[in-house]
């Protein structure tokens, strides 16, 4: 399974329609990566509305992603997460650190344009 | 009447299903949706463990029930056992952050916090046997 990237101007939208599995999740961060280099991307939002579950693995994948996007010079917003993985992921303990997040799509790309411009 | 669901885990794919049962369950049982994120978080991160340090085991997802003065209590229990390695210090694996595969270390102490009874039993060199409940509000 691959998670689809589109391009819009400078920036990467990507919507995870699925429940991530660990090869999903992974092959996900190579796809990413390597499309963020393709494309010179400025800007990444990835919208979590459909996922139900977030884990400490996929946790660390999505975290990991964030940071090495940063570093390619890529800011990334992420959308969307609901209320039970809001929660869990708190119970947890585990702490995106410093992932600006938005409500949705469209805010994350305010967001990402905000960040840019300042 | 007790409803169970039992699930395999020897592979990536076996945590996907033992989640997918665990969800399932919650739904038909009532819980709400944060209480449902919970819990099959909860069986994601015990399946997982069973995976990456035992190899091989089972989940096992049953209803239980607890009969209380204010009535019946009804839960959901989740039981991860495997014949791995057994785990030698439960302190240890119990603090935030204690790894030994360079993951976040949140797995077990998280798993305690989001059901409402916890327990570790384990032999070094036989296995572990973990249990965890969580109750319908
Ligand atoms: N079923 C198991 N058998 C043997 N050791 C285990 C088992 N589950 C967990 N452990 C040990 O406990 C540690 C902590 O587990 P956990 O809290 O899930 O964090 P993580 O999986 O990120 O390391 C693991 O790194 C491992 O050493
Ligand atoms: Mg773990």
Do not use: C
């Amino acid at each position: 399974m691959r998670i689809p990237i589109l391009k819009l101007k400078n920036y990467l939208l990507i919507s995870v329609q699925v429940d991530l599995d660990d090869q999903t999740a992974l092959q996900f961060q190579e796809d990413l990566l390597n499309k963020i280099h393709q494309e010179g991307s400025f800007g990444v939002v990835i919208d979590l509305t459909s996922v139900e579950m977030i884990d400490s693995f996929i946790a660390k994948v999505l975290g990991d992603v964030v940071e090495m996007s940063n570093l390619m010079g890529a800011k990334v917003v992420l959308t969307g997460i609901q209320p039970g993985v809001a929660i869990t992921l708190i119970d947890m303990g585990i702490v995106l650190d410093e992932v600006p997040t938005a409500l949705d799509l469209e805010q994350g790309l305010d967001k990402l344009q905000q960040e840019l411009e300042a | 009447m007790s409803v169970q669901s039992n699930v395999e885990v020897h592979s990536e794919w076996g945590i996907v299903s033992a989640r997918q049962a665990g969800r399932n369950l919650a739904k038909e049982l009532g819980f709400g949706g944060v209480d449902q994120a919970r819990f099959t978080t909860a069986i994601s991160e015990l399946a997982r463990n069973i995976y990456l340090y035992a190899e091989q085991g089972e989940i096992i997802i049953e209803t239980v029930e607890n009969s209380r003065i204010t009535g019946v209590q009804r839960g959901l229990k989740i039981t991860a056992r495997d014949r791995g390695p057994g785990i030698k210090s439960i302190r240890e694996v119990m603090e935030d952050g204690y790894t030994t595969s360079g993951g976040l270390g949140a797995g077990l102490p998280g798993v305690k916090r989001l059901m409402d009874e916890f327990d570790i039993d384990s032999v070094t060199g036989e296995g572990t046997e973990i249990t965890a409940i969580k109750w319908l509000r």
